[in-house]
């Protein structure tokens, strides 16, 4: 069965920078969406932020959400089924669960950031916290 496991998550300084990782299994990364989401504390399922995404062609277009542009970036390592997310100059409102999701439709990287567009598998989260 296809999984994603995240890890990386903890307690972060404000200023500091954030490294996750998530390792798929059960399925080939290579062609394939990929994105990170995030769930700010008291923010149901439904209002999930888009963090970073990136099309699955040859092209690897990014995708990132105005509250982390400039800062994060999105990567993966298709031969190792493993996807990155690195986010910089990190601030109290980068507080949250991060969800690593994978996506075989074909959509764009903005497609699946904003609308969570043909998402099929998810990761089941890590915490981050950075204090205020």
């Known amino acids: 069965q296809a999984q994603l496991v995240e890890s990386g998550g903890g307690l972060v300084q404000p200023g500091g920078s954030l490294r996750l990782s998530c390792q798929a299994s059960g399925l080939i990364l290579r062609p394939y969406a990929i994105g990170w989401f995030r769930q700010a504390p008291g923010k149901e399922r439904k209002e999930r932020e888009g963090?970073?995404?990136?099309?699955?062609?040859?092209?690897?277009?990014?995708f990132y959400a105005d509250s982390v542009k400039g800062r994060a970036t999105i990567t993966r390592d298709n031969g190792a089924n493993r996807i990155y997310l690195q986010i910089n100059e990190m601030t109290p409102n980068d507080t949250g669960v991060y969800y690593c999701?994978?996506?075989?439709?074909?959509?764009?990287?903005?497609?699946?950031?904003?609308?969570?567009?043909?998402?099929?598998?998810w990761g089941t989260g890590t915490t981050v916290t950075v204090p205020s």
């Open positions: 963090v970073a995404c990136m099309d699955g062609g040859r092209a690897s277009t990014e």
């Open positions: 999701a994978v996506g075989t439709t074909g959509a764009t990287a903005q497609r699946v950031c904003q609308w969570e567009f043909g998402i099929d598998y």
